[in-house]
C-alpha cells in the first residue's frame, strides 16, 4: 500500500483486523474504530546536523529511505576510531483527507535514538528524551486536510544527562530505529490498560484491570470486557461502571486457567470496548498470561509452585549491515533461535527493546530481565535524575501487560566511569538507586526489581547478580561451584547474570587451555579494574575449543545444582562497542553464541545439549576441518547430544556407544579418544533418542602428520555463494606450500576492481580486516555489474599484497 494514501482509504483494510468476528453480535460494528497504519517506507533523510528546520528544509541533499533507519548501520564497526554521534533529519508527507472533528491523530514512534523534535507543517508539535523506549505524538492540532509534512530531528550527541552513558560496552545507534504509526482515535477513548492477576492457582484464577477514559463527557458511558482464551471461546463477560475517569475490570473465579509457563505458554485475550446505549465507541484489547512465580530465600526459582532453572542469556538489539534498526523479522528470528538452543530466559541488555521482542517472549514462553539502561555514568545531576526515574516509569507503563517479564533491571556496573563529579559517591548512588527501586513497585507491586554488579547497593533491590567470570577476566572455571555456592549464602535471591568469553570463529588449537587456565587465583571473582590483573581474555588464545568448554563446566554445574536459581550467559550474539577496536573482529564484542549475523558457534550446540528437547547430535567442530599432529597421537573428540547415548563411527568403523551423564565432562561425557589416518577421515554420530529414532551428524577432517613451518605467504582463492557472490578465502602458507594452522595475524582484504567487499558488517565474512583462524580468514564480494574483472588484494605488515583476478 502506498504510504501516502489517506486514513479514509485505510480505515477499511483496518475495519477487518479489529472487528474481531463475533465478538458481540448486540453491539454496533459500524461504530468509529480506532486506526494503526504503517509508515515505515518513503521517508527523507538529510545527514547534516543543522538546529534549525527551516535551514534544514532548504537543504537539497535529502535522500529516499525507508524505516527503521540508523546513520550507524555501517561506520559504527567500520575501521574508523569512533563513530557519528550528532544530529539528522527525517521528513515524510501525509495525505490526510475528511478529518473528523470528533477523531484524534497521532504519531506514534517504537524508539527514536536518542532525542527527538516532532513538527508537523512546520509547527512543534513535541518530542521525547531517551531512546529505546516509544512514545506517542498528538498531531490533531497541526494538520489539515489533503498533503501533511512532518518533519524530525534526532540526534545521539553525547549527553551525559540522558542514560545510557556513552562509556558503555555498547554502540548507541542514532536514528529512528523502529517503526513509525499514524494512528486515529476517537476523542472519547480508552487508554492506560493495565492488566494484574492477583490471584492464580491450577485451580482458579483472577484477573483486575484498570482503564482510563480519556476526554468524557458522557455520564452514561460504560466500558465492556470480555476474556477470550486462545481458541476465541469467552471465559468470562461483563460491563463495568465508569468512576473518575476509569473503570475497573474484575474477573473473579476463571476455573481451571491454562496457565502461561515456559514450556506452555498460554494465552488469553482481553477485549474492552467503550460503549454509549449500546454502541461501540473505542476499544481495545491486550493479551493476557496467568502465572505466578517466585524466588526462595537462598534458594530456586518457581513458576507456577513448579522449580524452574533458569536457563538464560543475553540480547542486544543489533544485527549485521542494519544495526539497531532491525525488522520485526530479525527480532523474531533472533528470539526463536533463543528459544531453539533450549533457554527459558532473557535478558534484555541493556535496555528495553523492540515491542516485537516482547510479544515474542509472551508467545514462545521466554521469561525476561528488563532493563533500565543505567549502564555506567555513576549518579548525575537533578535534569538526569528526571530523565532516569521518566524513563523507568516510561518502561514500566508500556510494558506493563507482558506475562514473560519477571523483572524490572534498575541498573548495571551503574558505580562505574561516572559521568558527573562525585557521581561515584555510594552514598549518593544508594539514594538515587532506594528512589528508583521505590518508584518500580509503586508503578508495579507484582514484580520484582534488580540490578548487576553493584555491590553496594544490593540489599536495596529484590535480586542480585554479582560479577562472576570464572575462566575468563579471572582465575578458572573450574572455581564456578565455589562461586556460586558463595553467594547463594550471601544473597537471598541470587541470579548469576554474565558469564562466559570471547570466541573467534573457525580458531581452534590441539592444546587448548585447560580448565586450570593458565594463570593462578585464589578468588573467584573478576577485578575491578580487569586490565591490572593477567586473565584468560587478555592471554588466552580465543578459540572455540576454549569457550565451549568453559561452558560445558558452568552448565555442567548449574543443571546439577538442585537449589541454584540460575544462570545468564553473555552474549547471546556478537554485537558491536566502540571500547574494542583491536578484538579479532574490530569493534566487536566477540562473546556471541552465534556470530553479529546469527549463526551459530560451537558453544551454541553446547547449550542445545543441556537445554533443547529436541533431538540433535553435533560433533566438535564443523569449523575444524584441517588439522595437524604426530603420527599415532590419539585425539579426544567430542560430540554435543541431548541424547540418551550416541554412537560414533570413524572412517565406517564403530567406535563404541556410550551413554549420557550429565556429571560428565566433557560433553556429558559423549567423549571419544580416536587417532586419525592421514589424509581424510569421516566422523558420524549417530543419537538415539528415548523414542528409538535416530539423529545423526557428520564431519570430515583433513588431518595430517607433518606441521607446518612459519607462514612466508599468503595465497587467495574464491568459490561462489549461493546468493550469486563470491566468498574469497586468504590462506597463510609455509616453504612447503602448507596451510600454516598455527598462524592468527590480521589481514586486510581490499577489492581493487569489478565489485565490492561486504564490509563493517562485524562477521567473519563481513569485515575488511579480520584476524586469522588457523591460518585461514575471508569476505564476501559482490560484483558490480559492470562485466570489468573481480580483482581482489589481501596483505598484512608481514606480506606485501596478494592479488586475485576473478574474470
Not at 623 to 631: D, L, N, S, V
Request: overall charge negative; some cysteine; charged content about 25%.
Amino acid at each position: 500500500m502506498n504510504n501516502k494514501s489517506n486514513i479514509a482509504q485505510l480505515v477499511g483494510v483496518f475495519i477487518i483486523c479489529l472487528t474481531f468476528g463475533a465478538w458481540n453480535s448486540k453491539l454496533n460494528e459500524t461504530a468509529p474504530i480506532r486506526t494503526k497504519v504503517n509508515i515505515n517506507n518513503n521517508w527523507s533523510y538529510l545527514e547534516k546536523n543543522i538546529k534549525n528546520i527551516n535551514e534544514a528544509l532548504q537543504e537539497v541533499d535529502w535522500q529516499t529511505i525507508d524505516l527503521p533507519h540508523t546513520w550507524n548501520a555501517l561506520d559504527a564497526t567500520d575501521l574508523n576510531p569512533g563513530y557519528r554521534r550528532t544530529g539528522s533529519w527525517y521528513k515524510k508527507t501525509l495525505n490526510i483527507s475528511n478529518i473528523d472533528s470528533n477523531t484524534l491523530y497521532q504519531l506514534y514512534f517504537e524508539g527514536v535514538n536518542i532525542n527527538s523534535e516532532v513538527y508537523v507543517n512546520g509547527q512543534k508539535a513535541g518530542g521525547h528524551i531517551g531512546g529505546y523506549i516509544g512514545f506517542t505524538i498528538d498531531i490533531t492540532k497541526f494538520i489539515k486536510s489533503g498533503k501533511n509534512e512532518v518533519v524530525i530531528r534526532v540526534d545521539n550527541s553525547y549527553d551525559p544527562e540522558v542514560i545510557p552513558s556513552q562509556k558503555s560496552d555498547f554502540f548507541i545507534f542514532g536514528g529512528i530505529t523502529r517503526d513509525v504509526w499514524l494512528e486515529s482515535i476517537p476523542k472519547q477513548h480508552l487508554s492506560e490498560l493495565k492488566i494484574t492477576t492477583p490471584k492464580v492457582s491450577k485451580n482458579e484464577a483472577e484477573l483486575l484491570a484498570t482503564v482510563a477514559i480519556n476526554n468524557l463527557n458522557n455520564s452514561n458511558l460504560k466500558v465492556k470486557a470480555d476474556l477470550l482464551d486462545a481458541q476465541g471461546e469467552t471465559v468470562a463477560s461483563s460491563v463495568f461502571r465508569i468512576k473518575n475517569s476509569t473503570a475497573k475490570i474484575h474477573f473473579r473465579n476463571i476455573k481451571n486457567p491454562k496457565l502461561w509457563d515456559t514450556e506452555h505458554p498460554n494465552l488469553y485475550t482481553l477485549k474492552v470496548a467503550l460503549l454509549e446505549k449500546g454502541d461501540v465507541i473505542d476499544r481495545m484489547q491486550n493479551k493476557v498470561g496467568f502465572r505466578w512465580f517466585e524466588f526462595k530465600d537462598h534458594g530456586a526459582f518457581y513458576l507456577n509452585g513448579k522449580r524452574v532453572l533458569l536457563r538464560g542469556t543475553h540480547r542486544h538489539e543489533e544485527h549485521a549491515g542494519v544495526g539497531a534498526a532491525m525488522t520485526n523479522a530479525q527480532h523474531r528470528k533472533d528470539m526463536e533461535l533463543i528459544k531453539e538452543m533450549g533457554a527459558n530466559f532473557v535478558r534484555l541488555a541493556h535496555y528495553p527493546q523492540d515491542p516485537e521482542v516482547y510479544k515474542a517472549c509472551d508467545e514462545l514462553g521466554l521469561l525476561v530481565w528488563d532493563e533500565l539502561p543505567w549502564c555506567r555514568g555513576g549518579v548525575g545531576n537533578e535534569a538526569w535524575k528526571t530523565n532516569t526515574k521518566h524513563m523507568l516509569t516510561e518502561i514500566i507503563n508500556q510494558n506493563y501487560n507482558h506475562p514473560s517479564i519477571i523483572i524490572w533491571s534498575l541498573g548495571n556496573e551503574m558505580y562505574w566511569l561516572p559521568d558527573f563529579e562525585n557521581g561515584g559517591d555510594t552514598d549518593k548512588m544508594n539514594s538515587f538507586l532506594s528512589e528508583l527501586n521505590d518508584l518500580s513497585h509503586q508503578l508495579d507491586p507484582s514484580r520484582k526489581t534488580a540490578i548487576r554488579k553493584y555491590y553496594e547497593g544490593s540489599h536495596i533491590v529484590d535480586v542480585f547478580s554479582p560479577s562472576i567470570w570464572s575462566g575468563w577476566y579471572s582465575g578458572s572455571y573450574k572455581s564456578y561451584q565455589k562461586a556460586i555456592d558463595t553467594y547463594k549464602k550471601e544473597y537471598p535471591h541470587f541470579l548469576h547474570a554474565e558469564y562466559g568469553g570471547s570466541s573467534h570463529v573457525g580458531r581452534h588449537t590441539e592444546n587448548p587451555i585447560t580448565g586450570e587456565g593458565k594463570i593462578q587465583s585464589d578468588g573467584w571473582e573478576e577485578e575491578i579494574v580487569q586490565t591490572d590483573v593477567a586473565n584468560i581474555a587478555q592471554i588466552g588464545d580465543w578459540s572455540e575449543n576454549y569457550i565451549v568448554d568453559l561452558f560445558d563446566w558452568h552448565l555442567r554445574i548449574s543443571e546439577n545444582d538442585k537449589d541454584f536459581v540460575g544462570n545468564v550467559q553473555w552474549a547471546f550474539k556478537d554485537f558491536g562497542t566502540p571500547l574494542r577496536p583491536e578484538n579479532a573482529i574490530p569493534y566487536m564484542n566477540q562473546k556471541g553464541l552465534v556470530d553479529r549475523a546469527g549463526n551459530p558457534k560451537d558453544a551454541f550446540y553446547v547449550f542445545k545439549s543441556y537445554w533443547s528437547n529436541e533431538p540433535f547430535t553435533y560433533i566438535e567442530s564443523h569449523t575444524w576441518t584441517e588439522r595437524q599432529g604426530p603420527e599415532d597421537l590419539a585425539r579426544d573428540i567430542s560430540v554435543y547430544s541431548n541424547c540418551p547415548e550416541v554412537e560414533l563411527f570413524l572412517n565406517g568403523k564403530s567406535l563404541g556407544v556410550k551413554k549420557r551423564d550429565l556429571k560428565a565432562f566433557p560433553a556429558a561425557g559423549l567423549n571419544w579418544n580416536l587417532n586419525f589416518k592421514e589424509g581424510k577421515n569421516t566422523l558420524v554420530a549417530v543419537g538415539n533418542t528415548s523414542e528409538n529414532k535416530t539423529v545423526k551428524d557428520e564431519l570430515t577432517i583433513n588431518y595430517r602428520f607433518n606441521k607446518n613451518g612459519k607462514a612466508v605467504g599468503l595465497k587467495l582463492d574464491s568459490e561462489i555463494l549461493d546468493n550469486g557472490n563470491y566468498l574469497v578465502t586468504a590462506t597463510a602458507y609455509d616453504s612447503k606450500g602448507l596451510r600454516c594452522l598455527d598462524y592468527e595475524d590480521r589481514v586486510y582484504f581490499q577489492c581493487l576492481s569489478g565489485g565490492e567487499n561486504y564490509k563493517s558488517l562485524g562477521t567473519p565474512t563481513g569485515s575488511e580486516s579480520i584476524a586469522m583462524a588457523n591460518g585461514k580468514a575471508a569476505i564476501e564480494v559482490k560484483r558490480n555489474g559492470n562485466g570489468m574483472p573481480l580483482v581482489m588484494m589481501v596483505l598484512n605488515q608481514s606480506f606485501k599484497g596478494t592479488y586475485l583476478t576473478i574474470d
